[in-house]
């Protein structure tokens, strides 16, 4: 297995790694002696070698294996294991709470500059709102409009920080991300100089990071793209490029990627109390593991709040609740393919019926169309307002022609994400809220890290560890490293490594087309999978999940085994992304999900009967029409038998 080695400073070029007959990994790292740069990164698989020389099936090589999770919690309950740096320190130096976008961020971050970092979610990576965005790694044009009006200096800064993350996300995660021109529709011919300007000064904030300069599209050729658009005194539009993610597959990648730098994460995982010595300082938390009931300590010189619009409950165990975060709801809905027709150009309404922006884009072979923004309540899973998903829609039907509105049924999934705006506790006036991201520091030393957005999320991160270095008196070994540390499945990436997957394997350009997207370089090892049992066949032999989507059996297995994937909704919704494109297809194929896991993880009866009542209750957020949600593992099963016969 692998195991992390820092604390090098004279050390050029080392080979690590222990070869098994279940794994062979190549990890190095690489130490520059006057600036003690420290970066490390998976050595180009022999699977991926082999697939570039060979036009046939070759000898497929053993996986690359990342710790188990089983590991994962023995190293949070014994902190001594010799994988750790400091070896001669029991303690971690930093515990994170919270595994989304910027807990996550923030474990690569330390891990990345020799701290011994640890860190714990109570579900499942990206089970919050970090996976419930709007998809777009976006500088902000709203926020850009409004720094020009109101001469605001604070969003005037927001922008040119979000532009500069911008760059730096397609550059660290290149198959999860990937420029997108959005289409802004005009409808007066003042608009067209109006927004020309606008969009340009936004382009030029970027800089050399600048995706590309705007442009006029005369109305003929707006239609081309949008047919369905309503013709009446349309213009043209301005086109511009944004940046758009799979969110949840980030937040896995980003999480893999500390791993893979040493830091100790375990998902289904909950902090239940708080621990502090005798000056009332935090150092540390009673955990319980989710899906045993274990419970043990865990002992650090630091704790970091990064639980997103659940931080209050954080902080309500140190102390007298203090109401930190305002939450607000965002509602999408997901529609077929054909109102993104091309699947390369979204498109925006800047003038909905109450001034809030509304996206719709083209996301993963299906048409996404979001989002609302309205105060909340807090919840684990939240439901979608139906008067929201009204709104959605009818201010959607009123760009279009009579004759292809948008109908109720045409809605395949909706969900709703719960943006955790923030109230600073010290401020005088609590009515007001923070527009970006907040570090707030506890008398017992709690550092708090909320707001913000997810293209923010590696400076998020890493001003949070910074401030964790000032308030904990650690010693990094190395400076910020995660503005150029590309995420686990980039190094070998390119944009056409889905080619050599369909002359490798023989698979369909769909299926090869988003495994290249969704894991990068690391498609090769889920194709190891689909050849483990000693297959010669070409094509290469497999099954889809689902007959509407490309995913595919061997991806269940390898969620499991190099994802830490533990319940069917983390393979349905965030390893892969079928809970959010079609819960009524997720339905359908949970029979054949559950024997796949049963298989993996020894379930038993009723372990699998629980499994489908949880997945239909987390189905129902998604959207599930109401007929469905009554049906039952043995229903299910049977309605998927007749489809196949």
């Not at 990206?126 to 001469?151: N, P, Q």
């Not at 401030?467 to 070998?492: H, M, R």
């Given at each position: 297995?692998?195991r992390t ?24 790292i690489y130490?520059d ?5 420290h ?49 001669n ?22 891990a990345?500059?020799g ?12 089970s ?13 044009v ?5 720094a ?52 340009n ?62 830091a ?8 239940t ?35 997103g619009?659940f ?17 607000a ?8 393919n ?45 439901m ?83 401030k ?19 995420l ?20 369909d350009t ?8 969704d ?24 099954q889809?999940i ?8 061997a ?29 009524q ?45 009554n ?6 099963s ?8």
């Amino acid at each position: 297995m692998f195991r992390t080695i820092s604390k090098f400073h004279r050390t050029t070029f080392i080979s690590l790694g222990t070869i098994t007959t279940a794994s062979a990994l190549s990890y190095y790292i690489y130490a520059d002696q006057s600036k003690k740069f420290h970066n490390s990164r998976f050595l180009m698989s022999q699977a991926y070698a082999d697939a570039k020389i060979s036009p046939v099936i070759p000898k497929i090589s053993p996986l690359r294996i990342l710790p188990s999770r089983d590991e994962m919690i023995n190293n949070l309950k014994c902190s001594n294991k010799n994988n750790f740096q400091n070896q001669n320190n029991e303690e971690f130096d930093l515990l994170i709470i919270g595994g989304g976008a910027t807990g996550t961020g923030a474990a690569l971050d330390a891990a990345t500059r020799g701290l011994k970092v640890a860190l714990v979610e109570r579900d499942d990576f990206a089970s919050g709102t970090s996976s419930r965005s709007t998809k777009l790694i976006h500088g902000g044009v709203r926020y850009l409009e409004k720094a020009i009006y109101h001469l605001d200096y604070e969003q005037y800064k927001l922008v040119r920080e979000a532009l500069h993350e911008r760059a730096t996300f397609l550059n660290i995660a290149p198959y999860l991300s990937h420029q997108l021109p959005i289409m802004l529709p005009l409808y007066r011919w003042w608009e067209v100089p109006y927004y020309w300007v606008g969009l340009n000064v936004y382009n030029f904030l970027a800089g050399k990071e600048a995706m590309g300069n705007s442009y006029y599209v005369s109305r003929d050729k707006v239609l081309e793209e949008f047919p369905w658009l309503k013709k009446d005194n349309l213009v043209g539009a301005i086109v511009y490029y944004d940046g758009q993610h799979n969110d949840a597959r980030m937040n896995v990648a980003i999480a893999l990627t500390a791993i893979s730098h040493g830091a100790t994460v375990a998902n289904h995982v909950e902090v239940t109390h708080l621990l502090k010595n005798e000056d009332g300082k935090i150092v540390g938390a009673r955990v319980r593991d989710n899906l045993n009931g274990d419970e043990w300590d865990i002992k650090s010189k630091g704790v970091i709040n990064a639980t997103g619009v659940f931080a209050d409950n954080i902080i309500s165990l140190d102390k007298k609740k203090d109401n930190m975060i305002m939450p607000a709801s965002g509602v999408h809905i997901i529609l077929p393919n054909y109102y993104s027709l091309s699947g390369k150009m979204g498109m925006l309404d800047k003038a909905t019926s109450d001034g809030r922006v509304l996206f719709v884009l083209p996301w993963e072979g299906n048409t996404l169309v979001g989002t609302t923004d309205s105060p909340t309540e807090v919840s684990f899973n939240p439901m979608p307002k139906e008067e929201e998903i009204v709104w959605v829609l009818n201010e959607f039907n009123k760009f279009l022609t009579p004759e292809t509105q948008v109908r109720r049924d045409d809605v395949l999934a909706a969900w709703a994400g719960i943006r955790p705006l923030v109230i600073d506790p010290e401020a005088k006036d609590t009515s007001s809220l923070v527009r970006s991201h907040m570090i707030h520091v506890n008398d017992s030393n709690l550092i708090t890290i909320t707001g913000g957005k997810w293209t923010t999320y590696r400076n998020m991160a890493k001003e949070t560890i910074d401030k964790a270095i000032e308030v904990f008196d650690l010693n990094p070994l190395y400076e910020c490293q995660t503005e150029n540390e590309k995420l686990i499945g980039s190094q070998e990436y390119s944009e056409t490594m889905f080619i050599r997957l369909i002359q490798k394997f023989g698979l369909d350009t769909e299926v090869a087309k988003h495994l290249a997207n969704d894991y990068g370089d690391r498609s090769w090892d889920i194709m190891k999978l689909v050849y483990q049992a000693g297959s010669k066949q070409w094509p290469a032999p497999m099954q889809r999940i689902s007959s509407h989507y490309p995913y595919i059996d061997a991806e269940i297995r390898y969620a499991i085994r190099q994802e830490f994937a533990c319940t069917v909704v983390d393979v349905i919704a965030r390893r892969t992304r079928l809970a959010f494109l079609n819960p009524q297809a997720t339905l359908e194929s949970l029979p054949h999900i559950i024997e796949i896991m049963s298989e993996e993880l020894n379930w038993t009866p009723e372990k699998k009967k629980k499994e489908f009542e949880e997945a239909v209750e987390f189905l129902k957020t998604m959207g599930l029409p109401k007929s469905d949600e009554n049906l039952s593992l043995a229903n299910a099963s049977e309605s998927q038998i007749k489809k196949t016969i």
